[in-house]
């Protein structure tokens, strides 16, 4: 099955920035996104990355490395409203179909 | 506002009894997805359909059951619940089966 490994918890000031990791197993594998939840709220598309490489959108980037299995999500100039958890989710088409399978979650907090 | 759309938000029921959940995709969207997310823990992959098939399917219970209707909208049934149901049960959808997927606010579900 699959198989997605993401800190539980970071913590970083206003204006710094922050990585954050996450490893996979799976077969089929078709990509990696990242989606940011507040508490109580839905999650959000943040990036997807199908390819090795960087992809940056504005003060979120996230990167893939294929051979490694390996990804993560860089925030910059961190800001109080970017305390949330961030998932990666790993795009699967094993056995057909189109499974968006979700990490545990990282827990973001910025303090002042 | 992603959208999706979810009814109802709040959902209150005894165990043993049966419920429908509700969910409207974004315009042109063919893929939808179900996931739930109980306190504190990650989103759980149920199933995902498209354009009215049943292309994959996670770690759904045999009590629950899902379908997705020729107007692309999709419902999904839990019978026979259980104190543990309880949890948030999010409906996402995409285009096609890509990693791009916008989520619904979410139904809250509360079994006593």
């Known amino acids: 099955g699959q198989s997605l490994e993401q800190p539980s918890e970071v913590t970083a000031v206003e204006g710094a920035i922050v990585q954050i990791n996450c490893t996979y197993q799976t077969s089929g594998f078709y990509g990696l996104s990242w989606y940011q939840q507040h508490d109580g709220g839905a999650p959000t598309f943040l990036s997807y990355?199908?390819?090795?490489g960087l992809e940056e959108t504005g003060r979120f980037s996230s990167f893939l490395s294929r051979s490694d299995s390996y990804g993560y999500l860089l925030l910059q100039e961190l800001q109080m409203k970017d305390s949330a958890s961030y998932f990666c989710?790993?795009?699967?088409?094993?056995?057909?179909?189109?499974?968006?399978?979700f990490g545990t979650g990282t827990q973001l907090k910025v303090e002042l | 506002d992603s959208g999706v759309t979810q009814t109802p938000k709040h959902l209150i029921t005894a165990t043993g009894q049966r419920v429908t959940l509700r969910c409207s995709p974004r315009?042109?969207?063919?893929?939808v997805y179900w996931y739930q997310q109980s306190l504190d823990q990650g989103l759980q992959f149920l199933i995902q359909y498209y354009n009215g098939e049943e292309r994959a399917k996670g770690n759904i219970l045999e009590r629950f059951s899902a379908q997705q209707f020729p107007d692309l909208h999709s419902e999904l049934n839990l019978s026979s619940l259980e104190l543990g149901d309880s949890a948030l049960y999010f409906c996402a959808s995409s285009v096609g089966e890509g990693g791009k997927a916008f989520f619904g606010q979410g139904t809250r579900l509360t079994v006593v």
């Open positions: 990355n199908a390819l090795d």
């Open positions: 989710a790993v795009r699967d088409k094993k056995g057909g179909g189109n499974k968006l399978t």
């Open positions: 315009s042109g969207d063919l893929s």
